[in-house]
């Protein structure tokens, strides 16, 4: 019976437990941001009303005025201690708050105080702020120490409102409710982008000129730790270097390889016909062949033309210069064109 006893009253303390643990996770929600009612304004690009939710994770640039209008309801049969109260907090420059008929300018404000407050259904909260600008703290590869080491980038900034309880009326002693979505978005400025602009186009480029490397990686990581002037400054760099290290067009290996392989077979056809090899051969065939063996030579030599033509408009000298140097290859082969057909002719005489 004893142990009858013990065990009853085990299981009696662990339901409590249970009761009451499920008693404060149903007290934690007791307020509910209404995202699909509550809007932001940006005051300096003519005042167009943008929904919570569409404003979340955007991009802002710096120095513009917001106002966040955000409707917050009561959790219907909400339990509500006296102690819970409402943080308001934002790291916007020159933030504006109104509660009701108060307003403070103040990155942080504790309101909804005390049972009469408490009383409220609905609430709406307003708040003006300058977007800051995008400073944001430097990662430096073997300087980790240098916390305080601060760089240019997108800046994430927040608006927060936060249920908890309060003893100085100043600070939360103990987190009771975040509200979500809790407000994020990002600073930035006009510089910024156009630095990712111009570095993705120099990298991409580079890219296909050389293929991807380390050095393009290391690039993408100094504009994502906090240098987009440098980063793109080194991306130009890269690109130009990237030039220099392109290997000549494949299509150009194929063609020399062709003519090389034409004129090496036509040097045979002579050299064994011209020997007495080729008795018993139809020579006005080969002759023939070596006609279109030469002509075939004429169209590689203006394939070679348009390679060389639009190198020849590059603005860059080592370009330009690989373009005279087809040129020169082009008149050459224009030479052993007619040398071909010089021995096409001599075959036919010789017969």
Do not use: C
Not at 18 to 29: C, E, K, P, T
Not at 290 to 319: M, P, Q, V, W, Y
């Amino acid at each position: 019976m004893r142990r009858l006893f013990y065990a009853s009253l085990v299981v009696l303390v662990l339901a409590l437990l249970i009761l009451s643990a499920g008693i404060a996770s149903a007290q934690q929600d007791v307020l509910r941001l209404n995202a699909d009612k509550s809007y932001v304004i940006n005051l300096d690009t003519g005042g167009t009303k943008t929904y919570y939710i569409d404003f979340l994770n955007t991009d802002q640039f710096e120095g513009h005025k917001l106002e966040f209008t955000i409707y917050v309801n009561k959790v219907e049969k909400a339990y509500i201690p006296d102690e819970y109260v409402l943080k308001l907090e934002t790291n916007m420059e020159n933030p504006e708050w109104k509660f009701g008929d108060e307003i403070l300018s103040a990155a942080e404000w504790i309101v909804w105080k005390g049972k009469e407050e408490h009383e409220y259904e609905r609430m709406t909260i307003l708040v003006t702020g300058e977007v800051p600008k995008p400073i944001i703290p430097v990662e430096e590869p073997g300087f980790e120490a240098y916390k305080e080491t601060k760089g240019i980038g997108k800046r994430e900034v927040y608006v927060k409102l936060t249920v908890g309880t309060t003893k100085d009326g100043a600070t939360l002693e103990r987190i009771i409710q975040p509200l979500e979505p809790s407000m994020k978005f990002f600073s930035t400025s006009e510089g910024i982008q156009d630095a990712k602009t111009e570095m993705d186009k120099n990298l991409e480029e580079a890219r296909g000129k050389i293929g991807g490397t380390d050095l393009e990686e290391d690039i993408r990581k100094l504009y994502e730790g906090g240098h987009p002037g440098w980063a793109s400054k080194l991306s130009e760099h890269y690109k130009e270097l990237s030039v220099a290290a392109e290997p000549p067009p494949i299509t150009l290996y194929v063609i020399l390889s062709v003519i090389l392989g034409l004129i090496l077979g036509s040097a045979f056809v002579y050299v064994y016909v011209s020997r007495g090899g080729g008795k018993g051969v139809d020579v006005s065939q080969i002759s023939a062949e070596l006609d279109e063996t030469s002509g075939r030579i004429e169209e590689k030599s203006s394939s070679i033309n348009a390679i060389s033509t639009r190198f020849a408009r590059s603005e860059d000298e080592e370009k330009r210069g690989v373009a005279r140097e087809l040129i020169r290859i082009r008149a050459s082969l224009n030479e052993i064109s007619n040398e071909i057909r010089t021995i096409a002719d001599r075959i036919k005489g010789s017969r």
